[in-house]
């Protein structure tokens, strides 16, 4: 007979009686599943003729478990038999046999196929059995199949471990005529449903720092209830794209002696925190070479909980500096809401500067979809240079600003470091107001207070297609959009250089718009490891600026990026056809601490 029960190493065995011919057939089936279980490798392993089987005058598939002496047509035939009464051919018989130099030859005669009468499914309690009965392949009026009805059972069992029964047993009864008088077979499953067992934790094997706690919640599971759509891919999947394990092997299910479910999952834990620094060569306005860069201190999993801390110190030419630090807490409170806080400070030579505080509230849906809300405040006050009269008006205002805004993050590429498949997606909007307060120079030095409605618009996309062997196509770009009645040095997005804009200097542009896609090709020399070869066009538009431009701007250039044992190196060197002479290499190495 036919049993299917949950994968759990923990079910038990039961018996069923059946009618003796009923029992003949079921032998039958049996024999053949072990035979296609056995496969190629018997093949391999003895030699003899290739039979074929040839049913009413047509041939017919055979999986035959070897090839078969000449002297043993008995048993060729014996294995034919069974593979048509396995496909519903149960009054199949075989009529006469050939045999040639290196083949030989079954010739049968099919008879009717066995159909289905009708489909019962018995103890089932818990979970609705028509619904059930609705679902499977096995359907009256259909032909009978010991495929179909091994793949209906592990469907049973697949539906009763969604609900949390993973002690569950489907045994599939003995194959009978629905009556007397009618010849079809009926069909039982029978069901045990067993118990309902509860979580009593997640097990990370390998792992020194991380909680069970927050792998239970990164695996959307929860201790002391039941285990409902035990998914070990997604579950796998889900750890590794928190970013803090190295490797993540797939979750098994055991049973522990209070009678409870424990998943363990033998992970590998990366670094507790990284330092990267980036480096770039460009010329600055006086021709000389200058070296620009930025270096990103990060603490990964605070305290076994996912937690992240960063730093990121930004040199870039024109004397112009930035700090960022930003927190945060993927499950704040202990609810399944992210929680995270930011400031960033910029100083513009004597120009200006400008500091900004945000918070942001974000929530992981199933998928691998992040959706988040932000508030920002960001405060902007004049240097000597930007306290300058330039047309009549202070250069840069004193300005205050508070912006909310919506957002939506998608990642579902296959590697985190050296992705070959997938897509990553990210948009935001935010909208607010901003109040500046500027002098104003007419017939008499004045101070003039304004109120402007400001929009920003971001969107980030990067599609990995996989090419040929070790080898993947990568497409996207960038927009970024500000809207507003009045524009303000201050304001502009800063486009251009290694993260943006490739073979152009660092924040070269300055602009209300700016637009980038990007092609590359990759050769991936390893799981970590990539040689490429990229194409940007960048697209700025500042025709509202005193100094009105657009155009488009296109970049080129080769890389790549290695593995070592004290990290990852990325290398670009990157021109622009505006000079393609001019090369600018950039170089960042991310160090595990």
């Given amino acids: 007979m036919l049993v299917r029960r949950s994968r759990s190493k923990y079910a038990s065995e039961a018996e069923h009686s059946s009618p003796i011919w009923a029992r003949r057939i079921l032998l039958c089936w049996a024999l053949a599943w072990c035979a296609v279980a056995i496969g190629p490798a018997g093949a391999s392993q003895a030699q003899g003729l290739e039979w074929h089987l040839v049913a009413e005058g047509r041939p017919m598939p055979w999986p035959s478990s070897r090839a078969w002496p000449a002297d043993s047509i008995r048993q060729a035939a014996s ?39 009708n489909v019962h499914i018995s103890g089932a309690h818990a979970l609705d059995s028509l619904r059930l009965q609705d679902g499977l392949q096995s359907q009256p009026g259909r032909i009978l199949d010991a495929a179909a009805l091994e793949a209906d059972a592990e469907a049973l069992v697949q539906a009763y471990a969604a609900e949390g029964f993973h002690l569950v047993r489907v045994v599939v009864g003995a194959l009978e005529p629905a009556d007397a008088a009618d010849p079809r077979i009926a069909i039982t499953f029978h069901v045990d449903e067993g118990a309902v067992l509860p979580l009593s934790s997640i097990e990370l094997l390998g792992a020194q720092r991380t909680r069970s706690g927050f792998a239970e919640r990164v695996a959307a599971l929860k201790a002391g209830a039941p285990v409902q759509h035990f998914d070990p891919a997604v579950i796998r999947a889900r750890l590794n794209e928190t970013g803090i394990f ?46 620009v860069g930025s270096g990103h201190l990060a603490l990964v999993n605070m305290f076994g909980h996912g937690r992240t801390l960063s730093l990121t110190l930004n040199r870039a030419p024109g004397q112009i500096s930035r700090i960022r630090a930003r927190a945060r807490d993927p499950f704040a409170f202990g609810l399944p809401l992210g929680l995270g806080a930011q400031f960033e400070g910029l100083q513009q030579d004597s120009t200006y500067g400008k500091r900004a505080y945000g918070l942001e509230v974000s929530h992981q849906f199933e998928g691998r979809m992040n959706v988040f809300g932000t508030v920002t405040r960001e405060v902007t006050r004049p ?37 070959r498949r997938g897509l990553v997606v990210e948009t935001s909007i935010e909208r607010g107001r901003k109040d500046r307060s500027l002098r104003v120079v007419r017939a008499d030095t004045t101070e003039e207070k304004t109120r402007l409605r400001q929009a920003r618009l971001h969107v980030s996309t990067r599609l990995f297609v996989p090419t040929v062997r070790r080898q993947t196509l990568v497409l996207g770009g960038e927009t970024m959009l500000l809207r507003s009645r009045e524009l303000d040095e201050s304001d ?46 960048g697209y700025v538009d500042a025709s509202r600026m005193p ?47």
């Fill in 547 to 593: 100094e009105p431009y657009r155009g488009f701007y296109p970049g080129f250039g080769v890389g790549f990026q290695l593995a070592t044992d004290a990290g990852l190196i990325s290398l670009t060197a990157a021109a622009s056809t505006e000079a393609p002479s001019e090369v600018r290499a950039h170089m960042s190495i991310s160090l595990g601490l």
């Fill in 79 to 117: 294995d034919a038999l069974i593979n048509l009464q396995t496909k519903g051919y149960l009054y199949a018989r075989i009529d006469s046999h050939r045999v040639t130099a290196q083949h030989g030859f079954l010739y049968a005669t099919l008879g009717l196929p066995a159909t289905i009468a």
């Fill in 246 to 291: 190295r490797t993540v092997h797939a979750p098994t299910l055991a049973l522990r002696a209070d009678s409870t479910l424990i998943i363990q999952i033998p992970v590998t834990e990366a670094p507790p925190g990284a330092f990267d620094l980036a480096l770039g060569y460009e010329r600055n306005d006086a021709g000389n070479g200058a070296l």
């Fill in 383 to 419: 240097g000597l240079s930007g306290l300058r009269i330039i047309d009549g008006q202070q250069r840069i205002p004193v300005a205050t600003a508070v912006f909310a805004g919506l957002g939506i993050r998608v990642r579902t590429v296959d590697h985190r470091t050296n992705p």
């Fill in 492 to 537: 502009l997005i800063r486009f251009g250089g290694a993260r943006s804009l490739r073979g152009y200097d660092e924040e070269r542009f300055r602009v209300p718009f700016a637009s980038r896609v990007l092609m590359e090709y990759r050769y991936l020399l390893d799981d970590d490891s990539h040689a490429l070869a990229f194409f940007d066009l």
